[in-house]
Every structure is written in structure tokens, then in C-alpha cells.
């Protein structure tokens, strides 16, 4: 038997996923790593992307994750999520008018509203991703 | 004496209210519960996150960050006042509204200017009363928080703080200590008091030897405005907990003075009952000696 690790992926609501797995895949801001059994201690920020976990030899499980961090150490991967969603549990038509929601607020926005239209780029980022990730499995 | 239908009257009333009040009371314990499992549920974020802000403190030790920095000069400062939509929970939101109010007053009288953020319909009502237009008015997410509500909030704040046009953060909310009792409490946002970055360093794994990526500093950088706003989503979820619990509290305590209320006015009816048959009966009796005689 391969050697596994134990990836958990948290948000601040809840715990979203916790497994056995053989390598995760995560998005950090300096680009995509694969994360296998005894990785040297590690702590990076992620940005908002897809998460892939494999696990049972072939079986691969997608997240869309909307950035935060992972915590690398001893066989054990934490992903602490600003929000994340597994592909199938996404909900395509929310994700959808959520977009065309922030898209319209955006336009409506002055332009000095820094603060706002940050905001709005991130729900507006956070919904392409779902909306990427949810045909995935 | 009152007479017969009125009093009837009033027990119908008050039995009536008396169910209003007791739905509310079970209802809110039902709340309750769940208010009690969202902040559950978020303790194992809150203790991993603190585990890597110790971990990466470690490495970033003496860093600087304007977030940990106090300012020399004090200007200005924002109140965030957790309140709830809705009334009907005893002294819940007033036990919040004075404290901010001694807050802002006391600040004010050392030439500090106090901006207000609140959260919920009642805070916000109360500071518009006052002539106090908060910068930001939450309504409608104090009974389920979520952390987006958190950071957005924290948006209002962390840039600010940052920049220097905001000298400290407050926030002020109902602290759950158990089914039965909630304190109002204040804490302090920013500047982040340097001990809580050293006992999360203190309390880290000094084996392992971690590789930061970009680096520690970057790291501790975006990791502190996220401690933040895990604070402001606790005491979100705090205080909505705190609500139903204060709800409950009140409702169930309404419910018991109805109780009360009916047992009273039911003696009181039997009684003006009994005076009208000893009447009646005395007129009858009265009526036949006059025959008699």
C-alpha cells in the first residue's frame, strides 16, 4: 500500500473534507503544487483556484477553493479556506446569477469605491472558479 | 368588581399572548442549538489558523506590520455594535447600545472623532436617532452570520487602519457564556496586540522546519487581516447565539407571568362569579320573606 496523507480542507463555516489521500494539488499564489506523502514542512498562501485530490490509486475529487492557505507538515495537509465546494456539491444556477449579479454591481459602482469593487472582483473571481470546477469530477 | 365578560375577556388575551410567547421561547431554543453548532463548526478553522499564523510568527519575529503597529496619535476610531433585527430579547441589545454609547462618549471627551459601524436593525436605528450616521449599517445577518459578512466588515476597517486614517477598532457584542447567560463585551480589533502573534509563536512546533512561500513575512501579511476577520465572524456568531439565548430567557419568563396572570384572573372571575350567585340568592331569599310576610 502506498503511503498516504491526510488532507483536511476547512473554511471558517465548516470542515469541507477530510480523507486519506495519495496527493493533493493546490493553487498558491506562486503557482500550482503537487503535494505527495513527506513533503518538507510547508506554509503558503493560496490563491483562488481548483483543488485536486487523488486518492484509491485513480480517484480524483475537485475543489474550487477562493484562496487562504495550506499548512504542510508530517503527512498532513490543512487547507484552510477563505470558502470551498467540491465540484459536485456545486450549485451551477447560483453560482451563475451570483456572477451576472456582481457583474451588474460592478457596473453600477463609482469608480473611487476601492474598497467595493475589490469586493466584487473577488465574488465575481469566486464564481468563474465554481462555475469552471463544477463540470469537473 | 369587574365585571363577568371582562374579565373573561382579559384570560383569553393573555392566554393568547401566553402561546405567542411560549412559541418564541421553544422556538429560540431550537435556535439556540443551532447558533451553538455554527460556532463549533468553525473552532477547528480558528485553532488551525492559529497554528500557522504560530508557525509563520516564528519565522517573521520583530517582523513589522501596520496592522501590529499602534498609532502614536489618536484620532479617530471606529465602534462596530453588534446588535440583533429584532426586539423581544430583555436587555440583549440595550446592554449593547450603552456600552457603546459610554464608549464613544468617553472617546469623544478626549477630542477622539468615533465613527460607528453597526450590525443589525436595532444599533442602527438607535444611532440614526441619535444623529449618528454609522458608516456602515449591517441589517438582516445578525440571526446567521456568514464569514463573507465578516470580511466585509473587516473591508471597512483593515484598509483604513493601514493607511492611518483610523487609529483603532472596537467591536462590541453579547458574549455567549451559556444557554442562561450573555455579557456584553469589548474587544479590541486593532492594532492586533503583539502578545497574541507571541503566544501563537510560543505555542507553534518548534521541530519543523517550515518553508514559507512567497516568504514568512508575505505570509504573515495576508494571515493577519484573515485573523481578524475570524475574530469579527466569532463574534458574529457570538452574538447571534447570545440572541436566542436572551430571547429565550425573556420569552420564557413572559410566559410564566401569564401563567401567573391567569391564575390570578381566574380567581378573581370565580370570585365575582360566587359574589353574583350569594346575590342572587339573597335577592331570592330576600324576595320570598317579602312574600311571606
Known amino acids: ?137 | 368588581m369587574a365585571n363577568l365578560r371582562d374579565i373573561q375577556k382579559r384570560i383569553v388575551s393573555v392566554e393568547s399572548t401566553k402561546q405567542i410567547t411560549r412559541t418564541m421561547e421553544m422556538v429560540a431554543t431550537a435556535k439556540i442549538k443551532k447558533a451553538q453548532a455554527k460556532i463549533e463548526a468553525a473552532r477547528p478553522y480558528a485553532l488551525s489558523m492559529m497554528e500557522v499564523l504560530g508557525n509563520v510568527a516564528r519565522f517573521a519575529k520583530g517582523a513589522e506590520h501596520p496592522l501590529l503597529e499602534e498609532h502614536v496619535e489618536r484620532k479617530r476610531i471606529v465602534v462596530v455594535s453588534v446588535t440583533s433585527d429584532r426586539g423581544l430579547a430583555g436587555a440583549f441589545n440595550s446592554n449593547i447600545l450603552r456600552m457603546s454609547e459610554d464608549l464613544i462618549r468617553k472617546e469623544e471627551s478626549n477630542g477622539v472623532v468615533v465613527d460607528v459601524i453597526t450590525v443589525g436593525k436595532k444599533a442602527g436605528a438607535y444611532f440614526r436617532y441619535r444623529g449618528i450616521e454609522p458608516i456602515a449599517a449591517y441589517r438582516d445577518i445578525s440571526d446567521k452570520p456568514t464569514f463573507l459578512d465578516a470580511k466585509s466588515i473587516a473591508a471597512h476597517v483593515i484598509p483604513a487602519y493601514t493607511v492611518n486614517d483610523v487609529d483603532g477598532v472596537y467591536i462590541i457584542f453579547n458574549r455567549f457564556k451559556n444557554v442562561a447567560e450573555q455579557s456584553p463585551e469589548l474587544h479590541k480589533l486593532l492594532p492586533i496586540e503583539q502578545s497574541v502573534v507571541e503566544e501563537a509563536a510560543d505555542d507553534a512546533d518548534i521541530a519543523a522546519e517550515y518553508m514559507f512561500e512567497p516568504d514568512a513575512e508575505s505570509v504573515l501579511e495576508l494571515l493577519l487581516p484573515t485573523y481578524v476577520e475570524t475574530i469579527i465572524y466569532r463574534a458574529l456568531m457570538e452574538s447571534a447565539a447570545s440572541e436566542h439565548g436572551a430571547r429565550r430567557t425573556a420569552m420564557k419568563s413572559a410566559t410564566d407571568n401569564a401563567s401567573e396572570m391567569v391564575t390570578s384572573l381566574s380567581r378573581t372571575y370565580n370570585r365575582a362569579r360566587q359574589a353574583a350567585i350569594t346575590n342572587e340568592i339573597a335577592e331570592i331569599v330576600g324576595g320570598a320573606a317579602a312574600l311571606e310576610d
Open chain 1, 1 to 137: 500500500m502506498a503511503r498516504t496523507l491526510i488532507c483536511e480542507i476547512v473554511t471558517p463555516e465548516r470542515i469541507v473534507y477530510t480523507n486519506e489521500v495519495e496527493m493533493v494539488v493546490a493553487p498558491t499564489i506562486d503557482g500550482e503544487i503537487g503535494i505527495l506523502p513527506l513533503h518538507s514542512p510547508l506554509v503558503s498562501a493560496l490563491k483562488p483556484g481548483e483543488i485536486r485530490v487523488r486518492f484509491d490509486g485513480d480517484e480524483v475529487e475537485w475543489f474550487a477553493v477562493a484562496g487562504g492557505y495550506v499548512q504542510i507538515h508530517e503527512d498532513k495537509v490543512i487547507i484552510l479556506a477563505d470558502a470551498a465546494v467540491a465540484s459536485s456539491q456545486i450549485d451551477v444556477d447560483r453560482a451563475r446569477s451570483a456572477k451576472e449579479l456582481a457583474e451588474k454591481r460592478m457596473a453600477e459602482l463609482p469608480v473611487d469605491a476601492e474598497a467595493d469593487i475589490d469586493a466584487c472582483e473577488r465574488d465575481l473571481k469566486w464564481c468563474e472558479i465554481q462555475l469552471e470546477v463544477a463540470g469537473k469530477k
